[in-house]
């Protein structure tokens, strides 16, 4: 995206270089990164991030308003409704694709949007590394709005752990040391303090919860929950489980963020939301004629994640066997531009927009990115097997 330092990349590049990077990257924690790590970071010029943020703040301005809870309601399915719910999402995360427009400019198009946190630690620990092995202008920071590794880690950690100490505060997920993501559980005890814990290793006494601390052994009570439970994933898993604690009960414990904003902030927003760089989308019980090119959209269910049930090439049989439409997205599909040039064929980008929410602000505050590079038909790991230059990137944006 910014030729120069491409090339520049590209010509110093060796799979030696790339070899060593790893080997240090997994030294950490060996065995815990699953994930592919791409040969290359994403170079993120100045107006392409100016474009990427006009439609996150155009975005924030409805979550913003007073009618967003009301509007989102129906977002949250009644079996998993968890009681307590607090005034925002601590994080928020915007999902961008570099596409070609009608007249073949490079512009962000948002593909999805979640309440809830992703790779907020590791997302320190990868690409500060990355520099050790490769050149990446002084200029150029994974961090964005004035942040920088120590603002960044304080606000964290502010955000997470807030006046509760971190003994106190824990990392809550299903089977979290089986978790394709577990490196960025163990970044985060690196960094803030707490644990990863279990839902099945969770001790309710009436409203209380404790869990056993794995250095002192003694039971611990939750006073905070950082929650990476997503409950399709606990539904689909719950026989593997055995007993584990109701977390949807009326519980004496704060949400960093409440499991409710998961549901509130998807691609349930997505029909809400009228910017040039959001693809037109539309409930699809609200839809009187379908259009006539319905090559040129995307099906996909509200209450399904992980590009799970997604209908990429879409038939009028395809629509005609839904019987609940009201739980389904029509969205404009959007052309992904092959932009990252690579020793063969080039690679598609997505990039991630991380927010984070602090107490008491009126607004969340852009702090972090990620990026994810595909040669596939869609970003993900079973579209991009045996290819190279490929996986989990980061975008280094110019300041």
């Known amino acids: 995206m910014v030729p120069a330092l491409r090339n520049a990349f590209n010509a110093a590049f060796t799979n030696e270089k790339y070899a060593s990077f790893l080997k240090e990257l997994n030294s950490l924690h060996p065995g815990a990164i699953e994930f592919r790590i791409a040969e290359t970071p994403v170079f993120v010029p100045k107006d392409f991030n100016e474009k990427m943020i006009s439609a996150c703040e155009s975005i924030i301005d409805i979550i913003t308003d007073e009618r967003f809870g009301q509007m989102t309601e129906r977002a949250i399915p009644a079996a998993d409704r968890v009681p307590n719910e607090n005034k925002h999402s601590h994080f928020i995360a915007f999902d961008f694709g570099v596409c070609l427009n009608t007249e073949d400019e490079l512009e962000p198009q948002l593909i999805e949007m979640q309440g809830f946190p992703t790779l907020f630690a590791f997302q320190v620990y990868y690409p500060d590394l990355l520099r050790k ?89 939750v006073e905070r929950i950082y929650n990476r439970v997503i409950f399709d994933d606990l539904q689909s898993q719950k026989d593997k489980l055995g007993n584990f604690v109701d977390i949807r009960q009326n519980l004496d414990v704060e949400w960093i963020p409440h499991p409710n904003w998961f549901y509130r902030i998807s691609k349930f927003t997505l029909p809400f939301i009228h910017h040039p760089y959001v693809p037109q989308t539309y409930f699809l019980n609200e839809i009187k004629l379908l259009p006539a090119d319905l090559e040129n959209y995307v099906l996909k269910p509200l209450f399904s994640f992980a590009g799970q049930g997604v209908v990429i090439d879409i038939q009028p049989s395809d629509i005609n066997q839904i019987r609940d439409p009201e739980n389904w997205i029509l969205q404009r599909k959007v052309k992904y531009a092959d932009v990252i040039k690579t020793p063969d064929n080039p690679a598609k980008v997505e990039i991630r927009m991380m927010y984070m929410w602090m107490d008491g602000d009126s607004r969340p505050r852009l702090a972090i990115n990620l990026a994810r590079l595909s040669k596939g038909k869609m970003i993900g790991v079973r579209y991009n097997k045996d290819k190279q230059w490929v996986g989990g990137s980061v975008g280094y944006f110019e300041t």
């Open 133 to 221: 092995y490769f050149e990446i202008p002084a200029n150029y920071s994974q961090y964005l709005q004035g942040y920088n590794r120590d603002t960044y880690l304080r606000d964290l950690k502010k955000i997470v752990v807030g006046n509760s100490s971190p003994e106190n505060t824990i990392l809550l997920e299903i089977k979290p040391h089986e978790q394709k993501t577990r490196i960025d559980f163990y970044c985060t005890q690196d960094y803030l303090g707490i644990e990863p814990v279990c839902i099945s290793d969770l001790i309710q006494e009436g409203k209380e919860l404790f869990y056993i601390h794995s250095i002192s052994g003694r039971k611990t009570k």
